[in-house]
């Protein structure tokens, strides 16, 4: 069986953080900014040229560090000074880069993770200290996968070492593909039975409440440091509502999806994100909230063995399912085509991306159920925060 590799990464925050920390957090930006003025002025973008010129130096410099901070100093610096270039040819930089943040690269030579027992054993100048962690119930999914790199970083909520986590799944053939089209307000499901399933998301509402609260603060309060930090904290507020409904969400996909082994998600590329959401005065965000749900109904497929196929999106919404001529409205609700097709305007869009799906995992496409007049085709719809059938 083909199996796909699952990449997580989990936030531990740490529960007394010593203070010696400050100056593994100083001297390491001190490398990285030596690494980086030096990739800058000699012009060196690969990591392996960058310790090749300076790691021995830097070990006579600071011996005693542990080998390994050098190490990860030179693939920060190398992989920010790339970045940079990148930017400066896009005109978005100008100056000489400079690495301010409290960001501390570990490999597995600097830290051991002892999920169990909720400590981290970090390697420092004196010794391996073992720091406690403030478990989360999330972090119980994690047992038995791999551990990978992580980052000790510090912000204004404290200290974290954030873990990536990796684990091998193996993927089942799918048999056929639930189509899902995401929307601003819902989320429509094609099943491979011939139902469909449309999941009231009130995404809308929670977005405008956000913005409406966003809007007050903005008229209200000076410019300063108190309105940045309200204008944050209800951003943040806001990404974990969002964040929340999107795995709600996702399970319930996954879940209706499991039995197929496929699930069909529309190809967002950035041309349609900007055709379909630069008019909103929530454009960024909602660009971010699609890639990010689909990242999560990616992952969580994967979890259980389902495909994810992306396809393409264009006139999804427009196309008749069953002989893909042009569709016409026909009353408020109801889209039909000349060759007697009619549906539901809702279901045609997540129907479409599942005929697509099969047709590109090369499933030869059985024929559509004979065009249906009303009644059939009808999503049955969920209240997210329900989940219970509220018609049908
Ligand atoms: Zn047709």
């Known amino acids: 069986m083909p199996s796909e590799t699952i990449k997580l990464t989990a936030k531990f925050k740490l529960k007394n953080p010593p203070e010696g920390l400050d100056d593994l957090f100083s001297v390491y930006r001190e490398i990285v900014n030596f690494l980086i003025t030096h990739a800058y002025e000699s012009n060196i973008t690969s990591f392996k040229r960058l310790k090749k010129e300076k790691y021995e130096e830097l070990r006579k410099e600071y011996p005693e560090l542990p080998s390994h901070y050098h190490y990860t100093a030179c693939q920060m610096a190398s992989s920010i000074y790339k970045n940079y270039r990148k930017r400066k ?37 004196s010794e391996r200290i073992p720091l406690e962690f403030h478990p989360a119930e999330y972090h119980e999914k994690f047992k038995g996968w791999k551990v990978g790199q992580a980052w000790l970083v510090r912000t204004l909520k404290g200290v974290f070492i954030n873990v990536v986590f990796s684990k091998e799944v193996e993927m089942k053939e799918p048999e056929a593909f639930v189509g899902v089209d995401l929307n601003e307000n819902n989320v429509t499901l094609s099943l491979p039975n011939g139902e469909f399933v449309q999941i009231i998301t009130h995404e809308r509402e929670i977005r405008t409440g956000y ?58 590329t950035e041309i349609r994100d900007s055709i379909r959401y630069s008019a909103e005065v929530n454009g960024r965000l909602h660009r971010w909230s699609f890639r990010k749900l689909q990242s999560i109904i990616e992952y969580k497929a994967k979890l259980k063995g389902v495909r994810v196929v992306f396809v393409n999106p264009a006139h999804t919404s427009s196309l008749c399912p069953v002989c893909g001529g042009k569709l016409s409205p026909n009353g408020r609700r109801v889209l039909k085509c000349e060759c007697g097709f009619e549906a539901d305007r809702d279901v045609v869009g997540s129907w479409n991306i599942r005929l697509r799906a099969l047709k590109m995992w090369g499933v030869s496409v059985p024929p559509e159920s004979p065009p249906m007049k009303t009644g059939g085709g009808k999503p049955t719809r969920y209240e997210i925060n329900t989940l219970h059938t509220i018609n049908g």
Not at 92 to 114: C, E, Q, R, S
């Open 89 to 125: 040819r896009r005109g978005k930089a100008n100056g000489k880069p400079v690495f301010k943040k409290d960001t501390i690269m570990l490999d597995d030579h600097l830290f051991k993770l002892y999920l169990e027992k909720g400590i981290i054993k970090l390697s420092t100048p």
């Open 211 to 268: 913005f409406v609260k966003r809007r007050r603060i903005q008229k209200k309060i000076r410019a300063g440091k108190r309105r940045k930090a309200l204008l944050e904290k209800y951003g943040e507020r806001e990404r974990n509502r969002l964040t929340d409904l999107y795995h709600k969400l996702a399970n319930k996909i996954v879940e209706l999806a499991e039995k197929y082994g496929g699930i069909a998600l529309e190809d967002l």
